[in-house]
């Protein structure tokens, strides 16, 4: 017979104590290996099967599914472990990581619902942008927008989906589909967030994203206002060009000279028109946007632009009497100075009243008026006074000889009462 030694006793008392133990911790950790890549097989399998993450089959797609494979096979490990620590009575060493895994998990369904609510908006909003531009290509709404002269209609129907498409009216479809993409996409976001409850991170991203979604129906008006104010103006625009070339506005300008033969007065009044409406309208834009100062530039730039254009009104129009008035003057008198100087002198004025209507440095325009006509006044003084001395010496010895018998032809008063 054997006899048991303490030594001996103690090490059976082990070993009958910590076998099972040890020997079920490895069963769970076997038994979690294989678990772990059961699920990450079934994983990959299963998101691999979805047409929206099978669409993009090439590295995009594959190392999102392997990430979240590999994702799911480190929890079941986490989990495993946790579990296999229990029977070793090691509890109080793994209470920290023992209290994060129940965090996690505890976290896990508000991270996975607004992940399936994202995911959930994200495909509505893709089918719906892809309705909208199907719908607007069906009714072939390029062809209005290019009547309308917002953009240019493409010459063969073209497939949205094609990036080749040309980007003229097509791309305007485009934007309308990512307009509403964005109208749905925008308030799922924000209910993904909330759903996560972390308030540092959803507050303001909220915050954010409630700004932006306000501000789409004020920039959507003032696109539409834009575009209403682009479509007038273009009518104007040729109402005012064909109005004036009818009534023979520029054979009339381009006879008295000045022109060149390629510019066409009427097409300048008519792009003028169309500039001045589409700056009403970029003032009325920006108001809608609440962009006050950039409302009070415009404003204040249309209004430069309006005295800016009848100065140069004004001064177009002194050209055109100064020509007229030097044509007149030089059938009348024949050719001599007087023609050019007259010209000159009513074109002088036009330009310093254009410039004092356009508010362009109002004192200097009178301080250069003045001086040029008190220059001119100088010059004529030196000229007669200096160059024609003989001849003002004999008008003066004429005046003064002229005077005197005058005097000597009127008798004094006393003698003509006395007789």
Avoid at 12 to 23: A, H
Avoid at 129 to 143: S, T, Y
Avoid at 300 to 321: A, K, Y
Wanted: contains cysteine.
């Amino acid at each position: 017979m054997f006899e048991t030694t303490p030594q001996m006793a103690y090490m059976r008392d082990q070993l009958v104590g910590w076998g099972p133990r040890i020997l079920l911790a490895i069963v769970i950790l076997v038994a979690t290996y294989f678990i772990a890549r059961a699920l990450r097989w079934g994983v990959v399998r299963i998101v691999g099967a979805i047409p929206f993450f099978a669409r993009g089959a090439g590295r995009s797609g594959e190392a999102l599914t392997s990430s979240l494979g590999a994702l799911v096979y480190w929890l079941i490990w986490l989990v495993g472990l946790l579990a296999a620590m229990q029977p070793l009575g090691l509890t109080q060493a793994m209470e920290p990581i023992n209290a994060l895994t129940h965090q996690v998990f505890a976290y896990a369904p508000q991270v996975i619902g607004a992940a399936l609510i994202f995911f959930v908006g994200l495909i509505f909003a893709r089918i719906v942008r892809n309705i909208v531009e199907a719908a607007l290509g069906a009714i072939r709404v390029e062809r209005l927008l290019g009547r309308l002269g917002l953009c240019t209609p493409p010459a063969e129907p073209v497939i949205l989906s094609d990036p080749a498409a040309p980007a003229s009216c097509m791309s305007l479809v485009r934007v309308c589909g990512a307009v509403v993409f964005t109208l749905i996409i925008i308030p799922v976001s924000i209910a993904a967030l909330q759903t996560l409850g972390i308030s540092s991170i959803v507050t303001p991203s909220v915050a954010v994203l409630q700004t932006v979604l306000e501000a789409i129906p004020r920039v959507i008006a003032a696109a539409l206002l834009l575009a209403i104010a682009f479509v007038i103006a273009q009518w104007v625009r040729q109402l005012i060009a064909n109005t004036l070339a009818s009534l023979g506005f520029d054979q009339a300008l381009g006879s008295l000279g000045g022109l060149s033969a390629t510019t066409r007065p009427s097409a300048v009044a008519a792009m003028i028109a169309l500039i001045a409406i589409m700056l009403f309208a970029a003032v009325e834009a920006a108001s809608l946007l609440a962009f006050d100062s950039v409302a009070v530039m415009l404003t204040q730039v249309t209004e430069l632009g309006g005295h800016v254009v009848f100065g140069s009104v004004i001064i177009l129009v002194g050209v055109i009497m100064g020509r007229i008035v030097a044509r007149v003057v030089g059938d009348s008198v024949g050719e001599s100075g007087l023609p050019s100087i007259l010209k000159y002198a009513v074109i002088a004025l036009a330009v310093a009243i254009g410039l004092r209507f356009m508010g362009l440095a109002n004192e200097i325009v009178n301080l250069a008026f003045g001086l040029i006509l008190g220059s001119a006044a100088v010059a004529c003084a030196l000229a007669f006074g200096l160059g024609g001395r003989e001849t003002a010496h004999q008008l003066l010895q004429k005046w003064v000889a002229d005077c005197l018998a005058s005097r000597r032809r009127t008798p004094p008063p006393g003698e003509g009462q006395g007789e």
